[in-house]
């Protein structure tokens, strides 16, 4: 071991560390300089009893509830642009994973990162950590471990969420009848990349592309009124499609219902993905509770469409004529 290494090692305190790019990449100092405290404030109320620096987690279970769990990458290039700020990169690779649990009506208990970076760069590793801080107050959800390695630029997010016993929402509920809703605005993230490409600053417009919202308190009330739901990540009319496919039905859609930050509404804008609002199907009964819900929590709720009995997803105009449909948003 180098006489640097035995030094960081034996000392109590990372705080001045130099872990430029010219020293070998080093798993513990970079865990303990930029990820050991953040979202330490909230390992209680998640039950978790020993967070990073250990080999593993210690978390201790709660009766009658389920856990609910998801993974996801992000890599440089495919799902986020190297323009971007590492802050920016670290929050959104986080809320990426967080809206699946969103998705299901579950609470955020903890979440967990492997990063692959190819060097050492202190700025860029202290804006990452910013990042996460920022994340892990904004939903207080502690970070409880991880791995690093050396390589492409890549961030898997493991999060762990937790439901009560049988309330999980998931896609393969869906009914024929039933009404097929969107959260928010259709397309505004499509729109935030395109001027963020042009541009390269932060504003209004391209944070809902840079900094997305996991819709969790959503979630959250949709439990016990949602039969099926997904957060809208590869594009609205892609998503709508696999809880069609897990509910082994099909689905109508109105183009002029679906509310989007433009009057033209284009399949582009509707189907481009990253927007991360939610997609669930419910009774039509249910209506006037879910304007409740919208109400309460300040965010537009939209009926666009219905569920059939059918297999087939279809697009309608706004002279009830059929669209032909491209694909939305594909991971390869």
């Known amino acids: 071991m180098a006489e640097w290494e035995l030094l960081d090692y034996l000392s109590p305190s990372l705080s001045n560390k130099d872990l430029s790019k010219d020293k070998a990449l080093d798993e513990f100092l970079l865990i303990q300089k930029y990820f050991s405290n953040i979202g330490s404030a909230f390992l209680a109320e998640h039950n978790v009893v020993n967070s990073v620096g250990d080999d593993a987690s210690v978390i201790s279970s709660n009766h009658n509830t389920q856990q609910i769990n998801s993974l996801d990458t992000s890599i440089e290039g495919v799902h986020f642009l190297s323009s971007m700020s590492s802050e920016d990169i670290a929050y959104r690779s986080c809320v990426v994973a967080l809206s699946d649990l969103a998705a299901c009506g579950a609470r955020p208990k903890w979440y967990s990162i492997a990063l692959t970076i190819p060097e050492v760069d202190e700025h860029w590793l202290r804006g990452f950590a910013t990042g996460l801080q920022t994340f892990s107050d904004e939903y207080r959800i502690p970070l409880i471990g991880g791995d690093t390695t050396k390589g492409t630029l890549s961030i898997t997010v493991q999060v762990m969420g937790e439901v009560n016993t049988g309330k999980a929402i998931l896609r393969s509920n869906a009914k024929a009848g039933q009404l097929v809703f969107v959260s928010g605005v259709i397309g505004k993230a499509f729109l935030g990349l395109n001027e963020f490409k042009k541009t390269f600053s932060s504003n209004q417009n391209t944070l809902s592309y ?4 996991a819709k969790i308190k959503l979630g959250l009330e949709l439990v ?14 892609q998503d709508v499609n696999l809880i069609c496919q897990s509910s082994n039905l099909g689905a109508e859609i109105f183009l002029d219902k679906i509310p989007t930050p433009s009057t033209e509404k284009t399949l582009q804008l509707i189907n481009s993905g990253d927007d991360y609002e939610l997609c669930f199907t419910a009774d039509e009964n249910k209506h006037e509770q879910l304007m409740k819900v919208s109400k309460k929590l300040d965010i537009p ?6 569920i059939m009995s059918s297999k087939e997803l279809v697009l309608y ?6 669209i032909e449909l491209n694909s939305g948003y594909k991971h390869f």
Not at 301 to 306: D, H, K, L
Not at 317 to 322: A, F, I, K, L, Q
């Open 301 to 306: 709720i939209t009926a666009i469409g219905r």
């Open 210 to 213: 840079l900094r997305p919202e």
């Open 317 to 322: 105009d706004s002279t009830n004529t059929r």
């Open 224 to 237: 016990g009124i949602a039969s099926a739901a997904i957060d809208i990540s590869d594009g609205l009319l």
